[in-house]
T-cell receptor, first 110, second 112 residues
Framework: NAGVTQTPKFRVLKTGQSMTLLCAQD?????MYWYRQDPGMGLRLIHY???????AKGEVPDGYNVSRLKKQNFLLGLESAAPSQTSVYFC?????????FGPGTRLTVL | GENVEQHPSTLSVQEGDSAVIKCTYS??????FPWYKQELGKRPQLIID?????GEKKDQRIAVTLNKTAKHFSLHITETQPEDSAVYFC???????????FGGGTRVLVKP
């Protein structure tokens, strides 16, 4: 039981490049979330999903897209990366109240 | 939407002393309040949570209190140890599976 995993762990992009972050959970959770964490800003919700095939916007959705084609996976896409998207990205999943976090992806956009 | 304020932003305590972190929330419909601990370079991990039908909950050296009328809740750590040094986040949500709104975090340093 791996819990919540994220791929990749680190990535450096140039401005304008695109990439996809993958989150996978093996706990059969309905709910999945993507957060970004910036120094001194806490965790801010980007997008979330309440079930397979559904997605919704969070607090800071601009510049990101998501998909939940399979219950166990939640993908976060950056179509045209900007330096303001330099951050640590955390995925989380939940079957109710408690959210379990993945190990994070450190993204740097030059 | 919900807004969660957390204070203080940094807290330095002597080993063995108590630490208290306070959070206020804006949406009176919020009914679930978790606390997460994040060590440097690691993921946030749930340490304790409380629901709105309970006023206080304790787990060994940590406790959380909730005042629904005043819309604030607090984390209490007693007999602090060096391994308690971390960033602590409070959060609030309205229903199971609903999105969490996090406070800005408190960096706790326990000095030996």
């Amino acid at each position: 039981n791996a819990g919540v995993t994220q791929t990749p762990k680190f990535r450096v992009l140039k401005t304008g490049q695109s990439m996809t972050l993958l989150c996978a959970q093996d706990m059969n959770h309905e709910y999945m979330y993507w957060y970004r964490q910036d120094p001194g800003m806490g965790l801010r919700l980007i997008h979330y999903s309440v079930g397979e095939g559904t997605t919704a916007k969070g607090e800071v959705p601009d510049g990101y897209n998501v998909s939940r084609l399979k219950k166990q996976n939640f993908l976060l896409g950056l179509e045209s990366a900007a330096p303001s998207q330099t951050s640590v990205y955390f995925c989380a999943s939940s079957s109710g109240d408690t959210q379990y976090f993945g190990p994070g992806t450190r993204l740097t956009v030059l | 939407g919900e807004n969660v304020e957390q204070h203080p932003s940094t807290l330095s305590v002597q080993e063995g002393d108590s630490a208290v972190i306070k959070c206020t929330y804006s949406d009176s419909a919020s009914n679930y309040f978790p606390w997460y601990k994040q060590e440097l370079g690691k993921r946030p991990q749930l340490i304790i949570d409380i629901r709105s039908n309970v006023g206080e909950k304790k787990d060994q050296r940590i406790a959380v209190t909730l005042n629904k009328t005043a819309k604030h809740f607090s984390l209490h750590i007693t007999e602090t140890q060096p391994e308690d040094s971390a960033v602590y986040f409070c959060a609030a949500s309205k229903a199971a599976g609903n999105k969490l709104t996090f406070g800005g975090g408190t960096r706790v340093l326990v000095k030996p």
